[in-house]
């Protein structure tokens, strides 16, 4: 099996952020990464080049496939700032309503600017999101 090229790194986060171009899009990830920090305690690192991840899990698929992932992280594409969610979103109906405009992928927040949804609820998202995925994946002795 391929070697899994999205892993943790050394890369500095700062660094990688303040090359954004947009002076817009790098203060939206300037404010989701202060988020996200806050929320999960974690310490932000790069996984891969483009990926600003927090905290790490280990997942291991009945098949035998096995690997590490960020808990939750995002990244600035080209179109849409991606927030990424292990889990995915069908269990938070309540919050999502409330979330502002957005689109969704199986398990990856699109949006355009910080300002268009609530911050504070994007929060409990990922506070929720998080706990979730440590319950489902905890971790080992």
């Not at 600035?76 to 309503?97: C, H, S, V, W």
């Amino acid at each position: 099996m391929a070697e899994r090229k999205t892993k943790e790194n050394d890369q500095s986060v700062e660094q990688f952020l303040n090359r954004i171009e947009d002076e817009k899009k790098r203060q939206d990830c300037f404010v989701i990464l202060s988020l996200m920090q806050q929320i999960t305690g974690y310490p932000p690192k790069m996984w891969g080049d483009s990926i600003v991840g927090f905290g790490s899990i280990h997942y291991k698929y009945a098949a035998g496939h096995e690997g590490d992932m960020a808990l939750t992280g995002f990244s600035p594409r080209k179109q849409n700032l991606t927030i990424y969610f292990t889990m995915g979103f069908e269990r938070y109906p309540d919050l999502m309503a409330k979330l502002g405009k957005y689109k969704t992928g199986k398990s990856c927040l699109y949006i355009k600017t910080a300002a268009d949804i609530d911050l504070k609820v994007l929060g409990k998202l990922v506070e929720r999101s998080v706990k979730e995925v440590q319950d489902y994946y905890p971790r080992e002795g």
